[in-house]
C-alpha cells in the first residue's frame, strides 16, 4: 500500500497563495505520476494537474499560468503552488499517485485538504 499525506490548504483571499504538499509513503514502490485533483460542492471531482516521472506537466485550462506543479523524487512528494487565486478555486484538494507497488499497479489518494478562496 502507499499512503498519501496532503497539507497546506486552508482559508486565503481572492489574489493570494497557498502551497499544498503531498507526501507518499510506503514500500517497495515506484511513483510513475502524481497529480492534484479538486472537488467543489455539488461538483464532480476535476483535473488540476499532474506531473510524471520523467518531468512531464499536465495542467487544466483554469489553472495555466496561475498554479505550478513540482515534484522532489527524493522525498516523494509533490506540491501545488497557487497563485492569484479565485473564488472558483474553493474546493477539497485531493492528491492521487499512480505507479507499481511490489510488481503490481496502484492508484491512491490522499485524504483531501479544503482550499477556500474568500473575502
Known amino acids: 500500500q502507499v499512503q498519501l499525506v496532503e497539507s497546506g490548504g486552508g482559508l486565503v483571499q481572492p489574489g493570494g497563495s497557498l502551497r499544498l504538499s503531498c507526501a507518499a509513503s510506503?514500500?517497495?514502490?515506484?511513483?510513475?505520476?502524481m497529480a492534484w485533483y479538486r472537488q467543489a460542492p455539488g461538483k464532480q471531482r476535476e483535473f488540476v494537474a499532474l506531473?510524471?516521472?520523467?518531468?512531464?506537466?499536465k495542467y487544466a485550462d483554469s489553472v495555466k499560468g496561475r498554479f505550478t506543479i513540482s515534484r522532489d523524487n527524493a522525498k516523494n512528494t509533490v506540491y501545488l503552488a497557487m497563485n492569484s487565486l479565485k473564488p472558483e478555486d474553493t474546493a477539497v484538494y485531493y492528491c492521487?499517485?499512480?505507479?507499481?507497488?511490489?510488481?503490481?499497479?496502484?492508484?491512491?489518494w490522499g485524504q483531501g485538504t479544503q482550499v477556500t478562496v474568500s473575502s
Open positions: 492521487n499517485a499512480a505507479g507499481v507497488v511490489v510488481r503490481e499497479p496502484f492508484s491512491s
Open positions: 510506503g514500500s517497495n514502490f515506484r511513483i510513475d505520476a
Open positions: 506531473f510524471t516521472s520523467g518531468g512531464t506537466t
